[in-house]
């Protein structure tokens, strides 16, 4: 078969052609591309009569996926695939498997950390410092006994909790589904509308679907208490950008955010850019060294796993 990895995994080369190995000596061919394109054209040349296509986070078109007739399983280095034209693979009998799971830690660590960010003023701080200016005004407030809300208990939802439990959080959230692993750490299950009411720190860790986008919204927001904290690790249409925006300009609310409508750069004239009470991350959640590696060997596992007819993560 014929395996293309359309663009880089964020891993040395000498990985890649590592992990690689059992694709080669098996007799499959593989070829690997250095740089990114989003050109429908360009992709189509590189994907073309492959049985297999190894992508990342960047769109792949349903043009690309019919112009191969070959095809016939995607491995998506991702948690997400909703920047796959599923409806293209479905039409065509296509598998996809993701990478669930390979940045759980480190997009916990990353909502912990803005958190800790918001409350005790490190960023401000930092700024202060390098400006020769005082801790005046920096005052911040302790994590230990807060109540935090977790939106989504999936795998980042269940780790993040566990995390703010370690600070003696009390725990409460919302989710499609209830987790028996969610109860046995304490976390009670509550309306979103509780739950947006009632926390003092609020992390949002559901996917990106119809029925979550502005999921939090501007009833929501306005249930928040006065200084609570909100944190999205998530995807950034879950939050609404305009209301999220005039609630830290009314001083109301503080945010911790790594996601966007878009990835940064921002356009000018975002509503967050310059955004009070805001800590802001480029996308970089569940960008770690480790996390990158793990990621770059599930992707692999997944092809060698569909090949032996025991597919693994699958998503479609």
């Known amino acids: ?189 509550k309306s979103l509308s509780e739950v947006m009411a009632e926390a003092d720190i609020i992390s949002v860790h559901t996917p990106l679907t119809p029925d979550t986008k502005g999921l939090i919204g501007k009833e929501q927001i306005g249930l928040m208490k006065q200084g609570a904290i909100l944190i999205n690790t998530a995807r950034g249409p879950v939050v609404d950008t305009e209301t999220l925006a005039a609630a830290l300009r009314a001083g109301k609310i503080w945010a911790g955010t790594d996601v966007f409508e878009e990835d940064p750069p921002l356009p000018e004239g975002h509503p967050l850019l310059g955004a009070p009470n805001l800590v802001c991350t480029p996308h970089v959640g569940f960008d770690t060294k480790e996390s990158i590696e793990r990621r770059a060997a599930m992707a692999f596992e997944n092809v060698t796993a569909w090949m032996d007819g025991k597919p693994v993560r699958l998503m479609l």
Do not use: W
């Open 1 to 189: 078969m014929k395996v293309v990895l359309l663009e880089p995994l964020g891993v040395p080369e000498e990985t890649v052609g590592r992990l690689a190995g059992e694709l080669t000596d098996r007799g499959h061919t593989f070829k690997a591309y250095d740089s990114v394109s989003t050109d429908p054209e360009e992709l189509k040349k590189r994907a073309d009569g492959a049985d297999v296509l190894m992508i990342a986070n960047h769109p792949l078109p349903g043009s690309v996926i019919q112009s191969d007739p070959a095809l016939k399983f995607i491995s998506v280095a991702f948690v997400g695939i909703d920047h796959v034209d599923t409806e293209a693979c479905k039409a065509q009998g296509i598998r996809i498997s993701n990478t669930g799971g390979y940045c759980t830690d480190a997009v916990a660590e990353l909502a912990l950390g803005l958190t800790l960010d918001c409350l005790r003023r490190i960023s401000a701080g930092n700024t202060a410092v390098q400006q020769g200016k005082s801790k005046a005004g920096l005052q911040g407030f302790e994590l230990a006994g807060k109540t935090v809300g977790i939106i989504g208990t999936g795998a980042i939802g269940i780790r993040t909790a566990e995390l703010f439990k370690a600070f003696h959080c009390q725990l409460i959230g919302y989710s499609k589904t209830e987790r028996p692993e969610a109860k046995q750490l304490g976390l009670v299950y």
